[in-house]
């Protein structure tokens, strides 16, 4: 199994930066061959996606949603077995739980890590 950890979440002012990290465990050769993926939940919406990132063997190509675009970079170090987040020029709408979630044969989610935009 696949043990995922976020951090980096806390409360920034509206146009500033944080950088997420998405720490993986246990089953790590299963983390660096799977399309990894960034989604966020704010409080009484569904769960959305806002960022994937292919594994490195097929390019590592990053698909972002409309939100994200221009704005948020995912990223990841396999040498490492950890997944990024950077995102700047945060609006208040960026508000959400983020979570991280390798996408293999199998999904495993970390527990999330709560970002505060205010405004």
């Known amino acids: 199994q696949v043990q995922l950890e976020e951090s980096g979440g806390g409360l920034v002012q509206a146009g500033g930066s944080l950088r997420l990290s998405c720490a993986a465990s246990g089953d790590t050769f299963t983390f660096r061959n799977s399309v990894v993926g960034w989604y966020r939940q704010a409080p009484g919406r569904q769960r959305d996606l806002v960022a994937v990132i292919n594994t490195m063997d097929t390019g590592g190509t990053a698909h972002y949603a409309d939100a994200a675009k221009g704005r948020f970079t995912i990223s990841r170090d396999n040498a490492n077995n950890t997944a990024y987040l950077e995102m700047n020029s945060l609006k208040p709408d960026d508000t959400a739980v983020y979570y991280c979630?390798?996408?293999?044969?199998?999904?495993?989610w970390g527990q999330g890590t709560q970002v505060t935009v205010s405004s």
């Open positions: 979630a390798s996408l293999g044969r199998q999904q495993y």
